[in-house]
């Protein structure tokens, strides 16, 4: 594997590819057709989280144009700010949420009936919020649903209620495989027929299946693989439930080019198998509705993190470009989230686009009192002064929610949507 070279004095590692929106640029870095400094200038301070709601309506576009007719359901934990929310929310057909925290931010933005809450640890307030509110519940357990039935009972509202499926199907490639082994998502496979049976004659109102085998894939032909699979096992289990579903949640899992060698999903291919599996489906999935369930996919080529830097050190033949903002706010570019080897983010010198790398590679560093805190690994990048802008882009999804931002007391990220003011 070829991941370091020599440029100059310093050993230079490779770092991911700008989104498609930002490689091209040259000068002053653009955002939503205004510059890194102007949305700095009017958040009024670095750090600064600024999502392109316009890059995340083109993807969405893209999917629907690759996609047969099935529904669109956006994972809000990758990115739950809430004018982001209110941007995408008009767009997708459903938002999968995993607390009652998230249940709340997604009713001020979109109807109960097509928000569903997933989630192995649901406290009985939690049910009830969504039961009340008329969410449904993607049931994780036995026990779940039996607590589901007490509480509807209680309010006198049959539980709108999906069973989550842990699938006898792993997503190859995956980030993170949450499929094919114990696991505390979902009921195993072989007691989901039974299970439906149970919310059937409970008198709950029964939405279908809810399968999810993994994430962050890049390999059309895993996510093709998983879903035709996904698809027979939903059928399997509707016909041994005796029972068709309304919905079966296909999962999601696909994912976006972080580092370098990354490939970029091929969706069209993805959407062009699913077509086909979907024309060829057993008979009774017929009258069924599919959804799949994105969240970095849709909005993580979306943000941009913008800290400013404090100090240009040197020691021991390194060169260090201390920044403002580390990972506090974006934990994931610092390699502490979800990955096994650190590897750099696509980065740049916001006003210096285009630019060739000076000799000497840097370290990209935030201002933590300890070493994870480490931004870029001896990236290459054009001459960096105090007082520049350092972008760090694929920070739309989590990002500032996914990070601690208590570690150590630094204030909390800005974070400003396009085209929207700015929300603390
Ligand atoms: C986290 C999660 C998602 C979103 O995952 P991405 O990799 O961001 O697309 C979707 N569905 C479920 C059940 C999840 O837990």
Known sequence: MVDRQRTGTGMMKPMGALPPEY???????????????AWVAQAGDTP????????????????????????????????????????????????????????????????????????????????????????????????????????????????????RVNPDIELRGSGMRMGGRASPFGVDAERAAALVREIVAAGAD????????????????????????????AARLADAAGVAPPLVNLGGGFGVPYFANDVVLDVERVGAALHAALETRAVVLRDTRFAIELGRWLVAEAGVYLTRVIDVKHSQGEVFVVVDGGLNHQLAASGNFGTVVRRNYPIAVAARMGEAAAAEAVSVVGPLCTP?????????????????????????????????????????????VTSVQPQP
Not at 23 to 33: D, E, K, N, R
Not at 209 to 217: D, E, L, N, P, V
């Open 206 to 233: 029964w939405r279908g299946f809810h399968i999810y085998a993994g994430s962050q894939a890049l390999d059309a032909g895993a996510i093709i693989e998983t879903q035709a699979a996904t698809l027979d096992l």
């Open 372 to 416: 994870l805190d480490r931004l870029g690994d001896r990236v290459a990048l054009p001459p960096v002064v105090p007082g520049d802008l350092i972008a760090i882009f694929m920070a739309g999804a989590y990002g500032a929610s996914a990070s601690p931002a208590a570690f150590l007391g630094h204030p909390p990220a800005l974070e400003i």
């Open 23 to 37: 490689a091209h640029q040259s000068g002053a870095l653009t955002i939503g057709g205004q510059s890194a400094a």
């Open 48 to 163: 600064l989280f600024v999502y392109d709601s316009a890059i995340v309506a083109a993807r969405i576009a893209r999917f629907r144009a690759a996609m047969p007719a099935i529904d669109l359901h956006y994972a809000i934990k990758a990115n739950p700010h809430p004018a982001l929310l209110a941007a995408v929310a008009p767009l997708v057909d459903g938002l999968d949420v995993a607390s009652a925290g998230e249940l709340g931010m997604a009713l001020a933005v979109k109807p109960a009936h097509a928000i569903s809450f997933a989630g192995p640890g649901k406290r009985d307030d939690e049910l009830a919020a969504a039961i009340r509110a008329g969410a449904t519940l993607n049931v994780e357990s036995e026990g779940e649903a039996a607590r589901g039935f007490a509480i509807g009972a209680r309010l006198g509202i049959a539980p709108r209620m999906a069973v």
